[in-house]
């Protein structure tokens, strides 16, 4: 399929979709917040960007929203609430896209480490489609009812953004939503839409766990109790909690994403460092896992003599992020006609994680989040014929970054698409 193969005009009375000089504006927007990212909860150029274009477009803005979170509100008549969502903070990862605009921005994480800044998983992306939904619907009041929350979000990264907001009395200070909408980039084909009802993100517990043991010269072992080899024995341990301990009709993944020891290779250090993340759908296979992994590191603390079990301590936890039957189908409808059938997917759950969910908890409103494909279609074509999706980069990988056209472009309308779904008619039925 090329670029803009499957290009449905949309419907009369619908909201129009971004003028070329609109995707300019955006496209500039975007390269400039990709090379200029900002680690999770430190977004304030991007926070200032947000708001001053919401600002220019008539919004209410509220500023400082659980840390650098931006709100705009904008009131147009009787009818549905609805919440649109990006989030805004990147990643400590080195870029390594070789792009033009490619950041080579540097900081300090949220462990104190110095690491490079990248916007590898595509919230750059997402910020610019808010933009755009958000002076379409300013500019085209007559075409809907209703009132819009665009919401920017910091900290999903790292699961503090959603709940730090809600924290500052997000609930009570702006209007309660009649649906929350949010979008993703992901690697599917640039232009294609992928949506599914029920669950659609997998849970996401990250921890940090200490193991002690006893240093020692390295030529002495026997004066040890080697933290270095209880860590490694854990590790290996721990890959048998998927393959032994879930069913093989439930799903998990236990990864093991920092292993670190010691400073010297003749010194055995009196302790090691993991940090860890799990991936579940069900509540009980979640509790199962997280429960396995705690046992399994007591047990080798325990099996090396250490001099005292392991300390564990929460990075950060991601509900499920579940899709509401009937205002996904809603969306579902709004998108194959903005788009045509063939540019509109049902999917498989993803394993990613995010904390978008929480906003419809808090609210006790309906939640759905969809995929936008960022990859180049005829990227994506000669990898598919040639079986090899694998190899092309995913979010988090230090060489993402979607292709600008025509993901741009199918983020606003889709935005705009489900948003209007429940504004047109200035309707509160979900």
């Given at each position: 399929m090329t670029a803009d193969a499957g290009m449905h005009a949309p419907a009369q009375g619908t909201l129009p979709g971004p003028s070329d000089g609109l995707l300019a504006e955006l496209e500039e927007a975007y390269k400039d917040i990709h090379a200029h990212p900002e680690l999770s909860m430190q977004e304030r150029r991007t926070a200032g960007i947000a708001a001053a274009w919401l600002r220019k477009q008539g919004y209410e803005v509220t500023e400082g929203v659980g840390g650098t979170?931006?709100?705009?509100?904008?009131?147009?008549?009787?009818?549905?609430?609805?919440?649109?969502?990006?989030?805004?903070?990147?990643?400590?990862?080195?870029?390594?896209?070789?792009?033009?605009?490619?950041?080579?921005?540097?900081?300090?994480?949220?462990?104190?480490?110095?690491?490079?800044?990248?916007?590898?998983?595509?919230?750059?992306?997402?910020?610019?489609?808010?933009?755009?939904?958000?002076?379409?619907?300013?500019?085209?009041?007559?075409?809907?009812?209703?009132?819009?929350?665009?919401?920017?979000?910091?900290?999903?990264?790292?699961?503090?953004?959603?709940?730090?907001?809600?924290?500052?009395?997000?609930?009570?200070?702006?209007?309660?939503?009649?649906?929350?909408?949010?979008?993703?980039?992901?690697?599917?084909?640039a232009g294609q839409i992928g949506w599914r009802t029920g669950t659609m993100l997998s849970a996401g517990d990250s921890w940090e766990v200490t193991l002690f043991g006893r240093g020692a010269h390295g030529s002495m072992p026997q004066k040890s109790i080697d933290p270095v080899v209880m860590a490694a024995s854990a590790v290996m341990r721990l890959q048998g909690v998927v393959a032994r301990e879930v069913a093989m009709t439930d799903s998990a993944v236990v990864t093991v994403g920092t292993l670190r020891a010691g400073s010297n290779e003749n010194v055995i250090p009196d302790r090691a460092l993991l940090r860890l993340n799990v991936r579940t759908f069900k509540d009980e296979v979640r509790a199962r896992v997280l429960a396995a992994v705690r046992r399994i590191l007591e047990a080798e603390a325990t099996a090396s003599g250490a001099p005292k079990p392991p300390d564990f301590s929460v990075l950060s936890e991601y509900p499920v992020t579940r899709n509401?039957?009937?205002?996904?189908?809603?969306?579902?409808?709004?998108?194959?006609?903005?788009?045509?059938?063939?540019?509109?997917?049902?999917?498989?759950?993803?394993?990613?994680?995010?904390?978008?969910?929480?906003?419809?908890?808090?609210?006790?409103?309906?939640?759905?989040?969809?995929?936008?494909?960022?990859?180049?279609?005829?990227?994506?074509?000669?990898?598919?014929?040639?079986?090899?999706?694998?190899?092309?980069?995913?979010?988090?990988?230090?060489?993402?970054?979607?292709?600008?056209?025509?993901?741009?472009?199918?983020?606003?309308?889709?935005?705009?698409?489900?948003?209007?779904?429940?504004?047109?008619?200035?309707?509160?039925?979900?």
């Open positions: 979170g931006v709100v705009g509100l904008l009131r147009n008549g009787d009818g549905a609430t609805v919440l649109l969502r990006a989030d805004m903070d990147a990643l400590p990862i080195q870029e390594s896209t070789g792009l033009p605009y490619a950041s080579d921005a540097s900081g300090t994480d949220r462990f104190g480490q110095a690491t490079g800044i990248a916007h590898s998983c595509g919230h750059d992306m997402h910020v610019a489609w808010l933009m755009g939904a958000a002076r379409i619907l300013a500019e085209n009041r007559g075409a809907w009812r209703g009132t819009v929350l665009a919401v920017f979000q910091p900290g999903e990264e790292t699961g503090q953004g959603a709940r730090a907001m809600i924290a500052d009395g997000m609930v009570r200070r702006f209007p309660k939503p009649d649906v929350t909408l949010a979008q993703h980039v992901m690697p599917l084909s509401d039957e009937a205002a996904t189908r809603k969306v579902a409808a709004a998108l194959e006609h903005r788009f045509g059938p063939d540019r509109v997917h049902e999917v498989e759950p993803a394993t990613a994680s995010e904390d978008f969910g929480l906003f419809a908890a808090a609210w006790d409103v309906p939640a759905v989040f969809w995929m936008v494909g960022g990859i180049d279609p005829a990227t994506y074509r000669a990898a598919e014929q040639a079986g090899t999706l694998d190899a092309i980069p995913a979010n988090h990988a230090p060489d993402f970054a979607p292709v600008i056209h025509p993901t741009l472009r199918t983020g606003v309308e889709a935005m705009l698409a489900a948003a209007g779904a429940w504004l047109a008619d200035g309707s509160a039925q979900h």
